[in-house]
């Protein structure tokens, strides 16, 4: 056995799941291949938020079954939020796979490995730490979810919160910046609730603060928040660390209370807006995105007009809208019934789709003639493209190798999702400017 391939859907949290996953084969000899032909290993990290995200994986599985049955010798291994506690109805459906995952853990396919290698692997890896991390890497701090929103399958999968300690968080974000990375995106389902369930008590702010500390290290960002957990320390540390970025992404889900209530998000919207005009006070300049599910059961569209209201209101930076998809297992799956008609649904989604895209134009046209700091990701389509501390997707040309490195950019163009611009000035990564 010599190389594994591993294809991931989802959310940043799977992404980085597929990293260590990636790094545990490496601990074994193996090296990652282009595609799943080349692989004795493929492994596919499902998602199961939305009906068309556990489509694709279903479609993967199913176009992997004639390679499978030609080379049965291949590990075929199936992860994420697909997998629950019980596989029976799993390995039912696709009895070709040889191993099924839930979300972290990985154990039993190193096993698997390790025995195909002739390896004792118990007590033989290090810590699952991405060998080559990309310049911003993601860093899961607490899994799992303790919500239970009715809408949401996480908590099921993913299981109950669980912090990883503060110096761990810190020794993994020391190892990765000596390896390249220079700016760590901290994730959790809901990563404002970190250190409730560890000694002492520390909270995100206590984490930002110990990882601000990290030599190498450029911008600190972190993902996903919920309206309750949103504390004044939190906003406060935001505000006085630099090398936290000013963007924050907290989702609101609905703009109609009942509807709001229904989903068991436990804040109302004028909760939500005092908490919008609170960070904005505090962290100026601050970049908010959201998250909207459009066609809950029982949504009219008396409530659509009060998310839409919120959209117009708030002036999100971004806006990530999703048509409701029942999930089976869920509150909402159990008790409520999927009312909305699809054309609705889709109806909907262009509404706020539209919407955002005017007030993002709007936003991004500011920027015009102005010069950001822009941390360089790598290139796509010939342009050199990275993110200004406000996570504003930035295009431009240059000659030289930049990956890694923090460039003036003076913007020449804007649209709604990206900016562009030619360079001012290039320097190696210091602490993020604001």
Same mark, same amino acid.
């Given at each position: ?28 000899? #193996? ?6 032909? @080349? ?16 489509? $694709? ?6 176009? !992997? ?6 080379? *049965?010798?291949?590990? #075929? +291994?199936?992860?994420?939020c697909m997998v629950g506690p019980s596989h029976d ?13 839930? *979300?972290?853990?990985? %154990? ?19 810590? !699952? /730490?991405?060998?080559?991390? %990309? ?21 099921? $999968?993913?299981?109950? %919160? ?5 110096? %761990? ?13 220079? @700016? /760590? ?18 909270? !995100?702010?206590? #984490?930002?603060? +110990? ?62 807006? $005092? ?6 006070? +505090? ?69 706020? @789709? ?10 991004n046209a500011a920027h015009l003639g102005r010069t ?20 504003? !997707?930035?295009?431009?040309?240059? *000659?030289?190798?930049?990956?890694? @490195? ?29």
């Open positions: 056995m010599k190389g594994f391939y591993i294809w991931t859907v989802g959310c940043q949290m799977n992404k980085a799941d597929s990293e260590r996953t990636g790094a545990a084969l490496e601990q074994l000899g #193996l090296r990652c291949v282009e595609s799943p032909r @080349e692989a004795d290993i493929v492994v596919l990290n499902s998602c199961v938020v939305r009906q068309n995200a556990e489509d $694709r994986v279903v479609g993967m599985l199913s176009s !992997l079954k004639p390679l499978k049955e030609q080379h *049965p010798e291949r590990i #075929l +291994a199936l992860m994420g109805e799993l390995r039912r459906r696709f009895p070709y796979v040889d191993v099924f995952m839930r *979300p972290q853990q990985v %154990e039993s396919l190193v096993r698997q490995v390790g025995q195909r290698l002739g390896m004792e692997v118990d007590g033989c890896l290090g810590p !699952l /730490v991405p060998a080559r991390p %990309e310049v911003v890497t993601h860093v899961p701090v607490v899994h799992g979810c303790d919500k239970f929103c009715t809408f949401c399958i996480i908590p099921y $999968r993913r299981g109950r %919160e669980v912090s990883r300690p503060v110096e %761990e968080v810190v020794r993994e974000c020391e190892v990765l910046a000596r390896r390249g990375m220079h @700016e /760590v995106v901290l994730l959790g389902q809901n990563i404002d609730s970190y250190g409730h369930d560890l000694p002492g008590r520390p909270d !995100l702010g206590d #984490l930002l603060e +110990a990882i601000h500390a990290v030599a190498g290290l450029a911008r600190i960002r972190f993902l996903t928040s919920h309206p309750n957990d949103m504390t004044d320390r939190i906003i406060r540390a935001v505000a006085a660390l630099p090398k936290v970025c000013p963007h924050i992404n907290l989702p609101f889900q609905a703009g109609d209370d009942t509807v709001l209530a229904n989903m068991r998000r436990g804040y109302t919207s004028a909760q939500y807006r $005092r908490l919008v005009e609170k960070i904005r006070a +505090a962290i100026p300049g601050v970049a908010l995105s959201t998250d909207l599910i459009v066609g809950f059961p029982g949504e009219t569209e008396e409530q659509f007009q009060r998310s839409v209201e919120m959209v117009r209101d708030i002036r999100f930076d971004k806006v990530h809208v999703a048509m409701y998809s029942p999930r089976p297992g869920t509150i909402a799956w159990r008790k409520m019934g999927d009312d909305v008609l699809l054309e609705e649904k889709e109806r909907r989604f262009c509404v706020i @789709e539209g919407l955002q895209a005017q007030i993002a134009s709007e936003l950001l700091e822009v941390l360089v990701e790598g290139r796509r389509q010939g342009k050199w493209q990275g993110r200004t501390t406000t996570d504003k !997707l930035v295009f431009f040309e240059h *000659p030289g190798d930049l990956v890694g @490195e923090v460039v003036q950019v003076r913007i020449t163009h804007t649209s709604p999702w990206s900016l562009q611009g030619s360079v001012v000035e290039a320097r190696t990564p210091v602490v993020a400017a604001r």
